[in-house]
């Protein structure tokens, strides 16, 4: 199993969910409200109503857990539907997952 984690911008949820609802397979996704800063914090393009005095920019966590097969495919589909071609659109980190645990089941 894959875990692909995703920092997008905000405006760009839609279309990123619309893009992950197309991929037979995927169980679910989670978004999270993030506050950071990347490589181009020093270098400020102007004001831009994510980012605030700190140098900080408010972005969303998209996090997928997903088949090694359909890593590909996740990747692409966030990558696509995320892309502004703007600095800070974003980045995909993917990580194995060892095992995981659907809590509803009863424990042995």
Not at 23 to 43: L, M
Not at 50 to 76: A, F, P, Y
């Amino acid at each position: 199993m894959k875990e692909i984690k995703a920092y997008i911008k905000s405006i760009k949820r839609g279309a990123v969910t619309q893009a992950l609802h197309k991929i037979e397979g995927i169980s679910g996704a989670s978004f999270s409200n993030v506050v950071g800063f990347g490589r181009g914090k020093a270098e400020s393009s102007g004001d831009s109503p994510d980012r605030d005095i700190t140098g900080t920019s408010k972005h969303l966590k998209v996090e997928v857990v997903c088949d090694d097969g359909l890593e590909s495919e996740v990747v692409e589909a966030i990558h696509h539907a995320a892309h502004t071609g703007l600095r800070g659109d974003g980045r995909i980190f993917v990580s194995d997952v060892g095992w995981s645990v659907r809590i509803q089941e009863v424990p042995e």
